[in-house]
């Protein structure tokens, strides 16, 4: 009991003090009181991971939610520090991002689909105000408020298909005891559908390039690098626990989202002069390696997927805050990074360190997770999505190549230092990149003890405390 | 068992810190000091380590399809022998090398390539499995090839390292394939599981055995020893000769009850003898100061293998141990000497002083040591080998290298006393002492442990089983020393027989060597034409590509409508497709 209510009452003073700044206005302490109490949620749901601890109540906690809850604490304080870097108002910033923060925690621990619709929207809304505050112009917000609106309608309309089977709308009905229902499928593919908008899968993802071109870097970080992959454990969550019976016809729905989403993210970063644009592309294609797990629906593949979500959160928000330290200097395209290794020799090899992860190069945390994507898509028998998998991996080291011949070619623009938050999140996720890829074991355990139970304690009907 | 990480590699951690240290501050004379200081640490962590209990510990690395891939650490005996040994001889190369490698610019790389050396070599001494054994193994010829290559601007140094990383990449290859193929037959990588599993492994046992020979320079992978030695004089000291070589024996070593098992000790006998011939013949003739102490370390572990196939796993190790006391010096002082004359190597155009009495008496009871003349160094390492050895024939093989040594070595000895050169009779007091008292510390080291372990053995096993062996031997070693001495002390220079250069086998081992490089050229630029077709193909498959992504560019064409209608579109589909049963 005591965990459940140190979450909420750390979460419900995330938000106060996030709201505060509004009246207070001084960037530090918003930074401050932003980082202290995500902290603090990291560190409460580490010990719920530590301890094996299990509660389903108003809020689920469970090996997989503390996981997640670990995972998107520590990168929601990287995207705060990121937006410290270089925001003049960074008050209101984090007034939304403790709002988004709220928000994250409430999906990952939700325990009914009401709480998980708002606790999507609570992650939309203020992420609408965060684009249009650092942008220039208000197009990437507005994009993005019509086509999330139009997730939600697809989600609520799928939330009402399975209102006449358990009023109650929990996570936890077990979809398995309830009669197979055609009504109940059609619910079960409009929220994938609605989810697979947020978690940048092919054909609802046309909107990201334009976004994550358009917004400042610190928000394509946001939302690469925990936006979607809060996506995708509302995914999980539908898909594994709530729709459970229907997994045999979601599988190959998956599939076929998988494929098409890594041939799309790869191609069409092929041809990309932006670089942003083109992390935008392979932040699709990484959406697609990480649904192989899912078309894969063993606990194995989940266990594979959640490891590459944990790896490429870390490389992208990397990533992107070396962008963004160039995108403050005018430097967006891939002739403008040519030389960076003369002028700044650590950012230059950490970003050359990301793409290597994101191409998959061992010994980086991005070659296990697609190792182990791979293998558990030929261990449960789906040898041609592996062979995907591989053939997208070597397209993808054209265009993430060619960035860097750009960045060790010759030449001598100047560049001026970096800032330090930008240098602390930049070093604190090539320390991750490089550690969880040198030795992956705690992290591949951890991640197959999170999906054990998304398969096994939530689908059995008395869910009993774990073991240890 | 509270501590994450097994204590084994402890004594490795202050080592990464100095390299990081040395890569940092890369121009700094001060991170020679910090190194040294650091390999002090490291040998304290591995002294408590050697007194401590045996332990055999492994982690999971990774779990792939429900298999976890273990990192083993053991402690064992031999473990703990090669680990102190690592340790022991560490600081005393760091401390010559304050002396030596005087450029700054030098400075970071030079001491971050040791330290990472060195951490390699304690976790290859304490690796408990093949996972971990064949990362460390990795690392050693990385980083002997780049200690080999460390004066760039020498064209010899750069050829002499990539013939070595050729040669050990073709032992990388041969324990790559024997470690997938005794996982494939024992599904295990565990050391000790796989001694203790029944069943007979002849190939893969070959295949590490081939390796082994690679590392540790033996036959008909031993020509790149001599090669190396146009590193630096401490890297000569430390990797090629008293540590790094040895990994290949060591392994041998540890694999031992296999290879009994597998009745492949006879290969590793004959080997072993066939190379120490060659070497020693190599040796008598060869004028490079260093080269001849090359040749020589191939003798030595051409030894820990021939006693390894007779059975005789104790003299192994003695020699194992002692060797790398007697020849780390004898290398280093050739650095010194060389330094002394204007990097001078030819052994007949340089001078060797007895008056820097330090150098001189260090380089005489080095070479007492080597030879085997009691009740020095090797002498009773060379005797326990000999008597061991029930064959005729192998016994006088033994015996004809043991003489051979004791020659050449008193050659390398007694060529420089009669050198002409007197302007180096001076020079020898500027000698930093920091280049002096490593070899002479390591040398009166090597002499304790011996008359120790003659005190030893004599005490508890009596003289009667080593008599007479040890008798032959002491008498061959003198031998050697009258025979050097007629031939090429001061006057007598001249006596040598006009057709000894046919000694000199090296010639056949070169151009066989480049025989098989060029018959390699011509498979190269037959696959190269291949891969030129093949790489217009890729182009053009990527120029499609680039030409097929205009399709799905028009649906990016920044228009919202366009995309709410996609997701429309991509929702009936979705339902169409996969709600069959609606």
């Known amino acids: ?40 949620i990291g560190a409460t749901f580490a010990y719920a991971f530590a301890t094996g601890y299990y509660a389903s109540s108003a809020i689920q906690v469970s090996q997989f939610s503390s996981l997640f809850g670990v995972l998107f604490s520590i990168t929601l304080i990287f995207a705060s520090v990121l937006s410290y870097a270089y925001s003049n108002r960074f008050s209101a910033l984090s007034a939304l991002l403790s709002v988004v923060a709220v928000g994250v925690m409430i999906v990952d621990t939700s325990n009914s689909l009401i709480s998980l619709i708002l606790g999507m929207e609570a992650i939309a809304v203020p992420t609408v105000f965060l684009i249009a505050l650092e942008s220039g112009s208000a197009e990437p917000a507005v994009k993005f408020f019509v086509m999330s609106a139009m997730a939600v309608a697809a989600f609520a309309l799928g939330i009402a298909a399975l209102m006449a089977y358990d009023p109650g709308l929990s996570i936890a009905f077990s979809s398995i005891s309830a009669p197979v229902s055609g009504l109940m499928l059609l619910g079960a593919l409009l929220a994938v559908a609605a989810l697979s908008f947020e978690a940048s899968l092919f054909p609802f993802n046309l909107w990201i390039p334009d976004v994550y071109q358009g917004a400042k870097s610190n928000i394509t970080a946001l939302l690469a690098g925990i936006n979607k992959k809060v996506a995708f454990v509302a995914l999980a969550y539908v898909s594994f626990v709530l729709f459970a019976a229907y997994i045999p016809k979601l599988a190959p729905a998956f599939l076929a989202l998988s494929v098409l989403t890594m041939f799309f993210g790869n191609i069409m970063a092929l041809v990309q002069k932006n670089v942003k644009r083109m992390f935008a592309y392979s932040s699709i294609s990484q959406a697609g390696y990480i649904l192989i797990g899912f078309a894969t629906a063993t606990q194995y593949g989940i266990g594979a997927s959640i490891y590459q979500i944990i790896a490429h959160s870390f490389t992208i928000i990397g990533s992107f805050a070396i962008i963004l330290w160039l995108e403050q200097q005018g430097k967006q395209s891939v002739d403008d990074y040519s030389a960076l290794s003369k002028r700044a020799p650590l950012a230059a090899a950490t970003l050359t360190v990301f793409m290597l992860s994101l191409a998959g190069l061992p010994p980086l945390a991005g070659f296990y997770g697609k190792f ?19 053939l997208n991996s070597f397209i993808s080291i054209y265009y993430y190549g060619r960035l860097m011949l750009s960045i060790y070619s010759n030449g001598r623009p100047k560049l001026i230092g970096m800032p330090t938050p930008i240098t602390f999140v930049m070093l604190a996720c090539l320390v991750v990149v490089v550690a969880i890829g040198l030795y992956p074991q705690p992290v591949i355990a951890a991640a197959n003890s999170a999906s054990s139970y998304l398969f096994g304690a939530f689908n059995t009907p008395a869910s009993s405390p774990a073991p240890g | 068992m509270s501590l994450p990480i097994p204590a084994a590699i402890l004594p490795i951690l202050p080592l990464l810190l100095a390299a990081a240290v040395a890569m940092l501050w890369r121009r700094s004379m001060k991170v020679g000091y910090f190194s040294f200081a650091m390999s002090l640490v490291s040998l304290a962590l591995a002294a408590a380590i050697f007194t401590g209990p045996a332990t055999q510990q492994s982690i999971g690395w990774f779990s792939i399809a429900g298999f976890t891939f273990q990192l083993g650490f053991y402690t064992l005996m031999l473990n703990k022998i090669l ?83 050729t040669i050990i990449f073709l032992g990388d290859i041969a324990m790559l394939a024997a470690i997938v193929l005794l996982f494939l037959q024992y599904g295990t990588l565990d050391f000790n599981a796989i001694m203790q599993a029944p069943g007979n492994a002849a190939v893969p046992l070959l295949l590490i055995l081939f390796a082994a020979f690679t590392k540790s320079a033996q036959f008909p992978t031993n020509e790149w020893l001599p090669d190396a030695m146009e590193g630096p004089a401490p890297v000569s000291a430390f990797l090629h000769s008293s540590t790094m070589v040895k990994a290949g024996v060591f392994l041998v070593m540890v694999l031992m009850p296999m290879y009994v098992a597998a009745g492949l000790q006879n290969v590793i006998l004959w080997i072993g003898i066939v190379t120490a011939l060659l070497a020693v013949s190599n040796a008598l003739v060869e004028r490079h100061i260093k080269r001849i102490l090359a040749y020589s370390t191939i003798e030595d572990l051409s030894l820990m293998l021939i006693a390894v196939g007779l059975g005789n796993l104790y003299a192994a190790t003695l020699l194992f141990i002692v060797q790398a006391f007697y020849k780390a010096p004898l290398l280093l002082s050739s650095g010194s000497i060389m330094r002394m004359n204007d990097e001078q190597s030819d052994i007949f155009k340089i001078g060797n002083s007895p008056r820097n009495r330090t150098l001189f008496i260090a380089v005489l009871l080095a070479s007492l040591s080597l030879a085997s003349i009691f009740p020095f160094g090797s002498w009773i390492e060379k005797s326990l080998i000999s008597s ?65 372990f003659i005190y030893n053995y004599l005490s508890t096993r009596g003289a009667g089983s080593i008599f007479y062996p040890g008798l032959e031997e002491g008498a061959v070693g003198l031998m050697g020393l009258a025979a050097a001495y007629l031939l090429f002390y ?65 649906l990016e064409s920044g228009n919202p409508s366009v995309y709410m209608l996609l997701f429309a579109i991509g929702l009936a589909i979705l339902v169409l497709a996969f709600g069959g049963s609606l």
């Open chain 2, 388 to 452: 061991s050895a029930t064959d005729a024939v192998v016994g006088s093989l033994l015996l004809l290298i043991s003489f051979a040594s004791s020659t050449y070595i008193f050659r390398w000895l007694f060529v420089p006393l009669s050198g002409s050169r007197k302007r180096a009779e001076q020079e020898y007091h500027a000698l930093r002492k920091s280049m002096l008292v490593p070899a002479i510390t390591m040398v009166l080291i090597s002499l304790a442990i011996s008359f120790y």
């Open chain 1, 372 to 390: 182990l994507l791979f293998s558990g898509a030929v261990s449960g028998g789906l040898l041609s999505l592996a062979l995907v998998g591989i």
């Open chain 2, 490 to 554: 001061r006057k007598h220079a001249v006596a040598v027989p006009s057709r000894a250069w046919l000694l000199y086998n090296r010639r056949a081992f070169d151009i066989s060597y480049y025989s098989i490089a060029r018959a390699f050229n011509v498979l190269a630029s037959a696959a190269d034409r291949f891969d030129y077709g093949l790489d217009r193909g890729i182009n053009a498959l990527g120029r499609a590509l680039i030409a097929f992504e205009r399709i799905p560019a028009l």
């Open chain 2, 83 to 165: 680990l102190l040994l690592v340790s022991v001889v560490m600081p005393f190369v760091m401390l010559y090398s304050t002396g030596f490698i005087r450029t700054p610019s030098d400075q970071g790389r030079y001491y971050a390539e040791m330290c990472v050396f060195a951490s390699s070599m304690m976790l290859f001494a304490v690796s408990g499995s093949f996972l971990t054994m064949f990362i460390a193994w990795e690392f050693l010829g990385l980083t002997s090839y780049l200690l080999i290559g460390f004066y760039t601007n020498k064209e010899a140094a750069a050829l002499a390292a990539r013939r070595s990383i």
């Open chain 1, 1 to 40: 009991m005591i965990i459940e209510y140190t979450i909420g009452a750390l979460a419900v003073l995330l938000a106060a003090s996030g709201l505060s700044t509004l009246l207070h206005r001084n960037a530090r302490i918003a930074l401050a009181s932003n980082v202290v109490f995500l902290a603090l």
